[in-house]
């Protein structure tokens, strides 16, 4: 796979590494737990509120951010795979 020629969409339904995964899950809890917050039906204080729309934020970030990161096979990376073998 050539990592310069990755379009969008095919970059998001690669293979993803396992950190990026970690980082992924972690940034759709922090959205779900700060929209679970917003849409209380009980009045929080502003700070509260305020907290918890960035943390929804940060998280949609994260999680779209990681997601777009790409497993790039090892074969991939070698520097001699192409060059020519002196004796």
Same mark, same amino acid.
């Given at each position: 796979?050539?990592?310069?020629?990755?379009?969008?969409?095919?970059?998001?339904?690669?293979? !993803? /590494?396992?950190?990026?995964? +970690?980082? *992924?899950?972690? %940034?759709?809890?922090?959205?779900? +737990? @700060? %929209?679970? +917050?917003?849409?209380?039906?009980?009045?929080? /204080?502003? !700070?509260?509120?305020?907290?918890?729309?960035?943390?929804?934020? %940060? %998280?949609?970030?994260? @999680?779209?951010?990681?997601?777009?990161?790409? &497993? +790039?096979?090892?074969?991939? =990376?070698?520097?001699? &795979? =192409?060059?020519?073998? *002196? /004796?």
């Amino acid at each position: 796979m050539k990592k310069d020629s990755l379009n969008l969409v095919e970059r998001v339904t690669n293979e !993803t /590494p396992k950190w990026f995964k +970690i980082v *992924r899950n972690v %940034g759709l809890a922090l959205t779900a +737990i @700060s %929209g679970t +917050i917003l849409a209380a039906p009980i009045v929080l /204080p502003a !700070t509260v509120v305020s907290v918890a729309g960035y943390l929804a934020l %940060g %998280g949609a970030i994260a @999680s779209a951010v990681a997601q777009t990161a790409v &497993k +790039i096979d090892e074969a991939d =990376n070698d520097p001699n &795979k =192409n060059s020519l073998k *002196r /004796p």
